[in-house]
């Protein structure tokens, strides 16, 4: 693919590019790498100016760069053409597509699929090897049932979504349009639902429904539970990460991202467009407002307000985490400091 074909295709989003003052040289871009491993007759980016310095190393042949004219320029000493933009990294992500689109089966029902009698399959639907689809799931037009799926009862899953090989979708699920649930998560599996008595833990059934509305992302070895009445839910095109855990009862908002490892008890609420970083632990009922950011290995115990960003265990606001991390560091001289000082009032006192 030209270099001018690929501009042409970005659109308005590319705000500029050295063909306007080199048109005579448009090389032939055959894929898309990191800038560290680019090779001759392939498009990388660069973000801003800290990365500069790869500009000057790469072997890429074209570059998405950022408005910086004195990159644009670095990159043309070097006969690199480039394209520029207010986001390198979003327009990267829209190139890789140009090169490299999913794997995406041929429309069919395998001979080795178990599908009950009862059960609804849409049009231009692949199932595939071993899938097992019970009795009343309907599926919609253009879904994707990869090998091995079990697909349990009373579950509906919307148009274009894709299961992937090996995952797990329990009874009372409703999985919206154009979903994508990856290998071995488990959705709307029973919640931790145990209840003290004098013989013991008594089991509460769960007996609440799971929603994932439309756009919904989820990733390996991820577990979203069912609660023992109401709803789990997760709101349009929100995105989780592998090894998640939802507990039972959660409301998730629209547009968050939910990285590795965090883990969320039963009950928590999350406002639209929250983003927790990995490891991130928040206690039960615990509320998130909207646009609320938790970084990595945080521990939220108690509500975040709505736009608030908050770091370490117990959380506490960002702007005073970096002071205490500041000072953790001195602690050992801070203590040495104390120690000589009360041997000096204890001296003076004698």
Not at 265 to 278: C, E, M, P, Y
Not at 304 to 327: D, F, R
Request: proline share 5%; net charge negative; glycine share 10%.
């Amino acid at each position: 693919m030209k270099f001018s074909e690929i501009i042409s295709q970005f659109g308005e989003t590319a705000t500029n590019h050295s063909l306007t003052s080199n048109p005579d040289f448009d090389p032939e871009i055959i894929g898309v790498a990191a800038i560290d491993e680019a090779t001759n007759g392939t498009l990388s980016y660069v973000e801003g100016p800290k990365f500069g310095s790869f500009v000057s190393k790469t072997n890429a042949t074209a570059l998405i760069l950022p408005q910086d004219e004195k990159l644009q320029e670095l990159a043309q000493e070097n006969g690199i053409v480039w394209i520029s933009t207010s986001d390198p990294r979003l327009l990267f992500a829209k190139a890789i597509t140009l090169f490299y689109q999913p794997y995406r089966p041929v429309p069919e029902i395998h001979p080795t699929a178990v599908i009950h009698s009862s059960a609804k399959v849409g049009s231009d639907v692949y199932v595939g090897p071993h899938a097992v689809i019970q009795q009343g799931v309907e599926i919609g037009d253009g879904a994707i049932i990869h090998p091995n799926v079990v697909i349990y009862p009373d579950t509906k899953i919307g148009d274009r979504t894709t299961l992937h090989a090996n995952c797990t979708i329990h009874e009372r699920t409703r999985i919206g349009s154009d979903c994508v649930i990856h290998s071995g998560a488990v959705i709307g599996a029973e919640g931790f639902g145990f209840v003290p008595s004098r013989t013991g833990w008594l089991k509460m059934e769960q007996s609440g429904y799971t929603v994932l509305e439309d756009g919904v992302v989820v990733g390996c070895n991820t577990a979203i539970d069912r609660p023992a009445v109401g709803e789990t839910r997760v709101g349009r095109n929100t995105v989780i990460d592998n090894l998640v855990q939802i507990g039972h009862g959660c409301q998730i908002g629209s547009g968050c991202a939910i990285a590795g490892q965090a883990g969320m008890a039963g009950g928590v609420k999350l406002g639209n467009r929250v983003i927790l970083a990995g490891q991130t632990g928040i206690a039960n009922q615990v509320k998130m407002g909207d646009d609320a950011i938790a970084s990595a290995q945080t521990g939220i115990h108690s509500d975040v307000a709505p736009g608030e960003i908050v770091s370490g265990t117990p959380a506490i606001p960002y702007k005073l985490y970096l002071k205490v991390c500041a000072v953790y560091s001195r602690l050992p001289d801070m203590y040495q400091s104390l120690k000589q000082l009360q041997r000096k009032l204890k001296n003076s006192n004698d």
